[in-house]
Structures are given as C-alpha cells and as structure tokens.
C-alpha cells in the first residue's frame, strides 16, 4: 500500500455564516495524480488554499508527511503560515497567474529559490564569498529549470513578454524550484487550445517521474482531467459528492446531475 503524503480530516470552512467546504476528508498516496473537480463555487480552490496556510479551517485537521532521522511521520499542518508549508515541501500554481510580469524569466526562478538561501542580511550587503557561491548556486538551478522548460531562450526576457502557455509552464518551473514533495496545480489547462492542453498533460506526467513528485489538480478541462487522473474527487455546494476513478465519476449520476442540472436517471 502506498504512503500517504497529505491527510485532510474531517476538514469544514465557514466564511462568516457561508459554508464553504463541508467534512472534507482526503488520504493523497505518494507519487499518485489526484484531480478535484465541481462546478463553480463548489470549493476546490478553498480546499488548495487551507493546504497552503492561506486560511485556516473552522473545523478539521490537515496532515503531511515529513521524515525526521530517517522516520517518516504526518505532521499537523493546520495553522501553518503559507511560508512555513512551502518550507515543508508543498508548492502551488494559481488559478490566475502569480508571475512577477516586470522581472525576467530568470529572475522569476531565482526569487522562488530564496526562501533556502543561508546567508545573513550582513552576507548580501557586503557581497561576500559566501552570498556569491550562493547566488551562483541559485543562478545554475534556474538556469537548469528553464532548460527543462523550453525556455532557456526566454531567460532574460520580461515575464510580461511571454505567450500564455510559456508563462504557465514559467509558473509551474518557479513551483519546482521550490522543491516540493507535493504539487498543487489550480486549473493549469485553462486558456489553453487542444494542442497546449496536451502538451501539459505529457509534461505534468513527466514532472511526476522526473521530480518524483506527488501531484494534486484542480481543472474543469474533462478532457485532461480524465486523461491524466488516477483519482477524482467531485465537490458541489462544498460538499463531496462523488469519488473514484474516472470511469467511475463520469458515469455517476449525481456527478452529471451537478454539471448539466437536475433530469431524472433510469
């Protein structure tokens, strides 16, 4: 049986007196992609953000996986700063892009990179041997990150410069460089044409094997969320209404209900 990586337990969130998620539970195996899927306002993106420390839940705890001396134990996650979380190894993408539009390509990388950096403010001010090793060290990693991107030729160009579909992929490189365990990617197939969208599924199954990544998406694109999901999880009206694999989801009738309204099933 697979290792847990992320547990959600019994998780519910209320915005003043709107519930926004219900009883959420979840238990994320290792090395799996795992897709969350609903209309809109059903609460997937509020689910992304009480992983990442951007609320905290009413109720519920949420756990991940850390190792400690070569033990490996679920640490409570819950009331974490969205800092401290990416700290632990988890990373995002969002919904809307979060590029730094007049900073180059590189510099998008590197400023992701700098949360690990163990020199002192004295160190940078002074420019010392040890902030230059430093930097040149963050400086070959983002340059490594954008070959595997494509986008090396884009290196010193402004982010705002870039087409749509490369700064989606600059975005997910800048998630990498993070060096997360766990990857949550909110809709990354949108604004994309067919030809794009296929190529991101071939590059997200390739990021799981290169980085050895666990991998948690949210995307209304049935196309690729079929195509590339293991497992699926269906919220309406923040609650959880359906669960399993593809086949199994789509052929729910409460899954169809909730996207295509109400009609009576045989």
Same mark, same amino acid.
């Given at each position: 049986?697979?290792?847990?990586?992320?547990?959600?337990?019994?998780?519910?969130?209320?915005?003043? &007196?709107?519930?926004?998620?219900?009883?959420?539970?979840?238990?994320?195996?290792?090395?799996a992609i795992?897709?969350? %899927?609903?209309?809109?306002?059903?609460?997937?993106?509020?689910?992304?953000?009480?992983?990442?420390?951007?609320y905290i839940?009413?109720?519920?705890?949420?756990?991940?996986?850390?190792?400690?001396? &070569?033990?490996?134990?679920?640490?409570?996650?819950?009331?974490?700063?969205?800092?401290?979380?990416?700290?632990?190894?988890?990373?995002?993408?969002?919904?809307?892009?979060?590029?730094?539009?007049?900073?180059?390509?590189?510099?998008?990388?590197?400023?992701?990179?700098?949360?690990?950096?163990?020199? #002192? @403010?004295?160190?940078?001010?002074?420019?010392?041997?040890?902030?230059?090793?430093?930097?040149?060290?963050?400086?070959?990693?983002?340059?490594? @990150?954008?070959?595997?991107?494509?986008?090396? #030729?884009?290196?010193?160009?402004?982010?705002?410069?870039?087409?749509?579909?490369?700064?989606?992929?600059?975005?997910?490189?800048?998630?990498?460089?993070?060096?997360?365990?766990?990857? @949550?990617?909110?809709?990354?197939?949108?604004?994309?044409?067919?030809?794009?969208?296929?190529?991101?599924?071939?590059?997200?199954?390739?990021?799981?094997?290169?980085?050895?990544?666990?991998?948690?998406?949210?995307?209304?694109?049935?196309?690729?969320?079929? &195509?590339?999901?293991?497992? %699926?999880?269906?919220?309406?009206?923040?609650?959880?209404?359906?669960?399993?694999?593809?086949?199994?989801?789509?052929?729910?009738?409460?899954?169809?209900?909730?996207? @295509? &309204?109400?009609?009576?099933?045989?």
């Open positions: 049986m697979q290792n847990t990586v992320l547990k959600i337990d019994h998780v519910t969130h209320y915005f003043g &007196g709107l519930r926004a998620v219900s009883d959420f539970n979840m238990e994320l195996p290792e090395g795992w897709g969350l %899927i609903g209309p809109n306002g059903a609460g997937k993106t509020t689910i992304f953000n009480l992983i990442t420390g951007v839940p009413t109720k519920g705890k949420i756990y991940f996986r850390q190792e400690r001396k &070569g033990e490996f134990y679920m640490e409570d996650i819950t009331r974490y700063k969205p800092h401290t979380i990416v700290s632990k190894g988890i990373a995002r993408t969002f919904q809307n892009l979060r590029i730094f539009p007049n900073l180059t390509v590189l510099d998008n990388i590197r400023i992701a990179e700098h949360f690990r950096v163990k020199y #002192s @403010l004295y160190d940078a001010v002074m420019r010392n041997k040890k902030f230059k090793e430093e930097e040149e060290k963050i400086k070959e990693e983002a340059m490594n @990150l954008l070959k595997l991107f494509n986008l090396h #030729s884009r290196t010193y160009t402004l982010a705002k410069g870039l087409p749509y579909g490369e700064l989606r992929r600059l975005e997910i490189a800048r998630a990498l460089a993070t060096h997360p365990k766990l990857l @949550l990617l909110d809709e990354p197939a949108a604004g994309m044409n067919p030809k794009e969208t296929q190529e991101l599924m071939d590059m997200i199954l390739w990021i799981r094997k290169e980085f050895n990544l666990t991998i948690f998406l949210i995307e209304h694109h049935m196309k690729f969320v079929m &195509g590339i999901c293991e497992h %699926i999880k269906v919220m309406d009206f923040g609650e959880t209404i359906a669960e399993g694999t593809p086949q199994e989801v789509s052929n729910n009738p409460r899954v169809i209900e909730a996207y @295509l &309204g109400r009609k009576k099933y045989a």
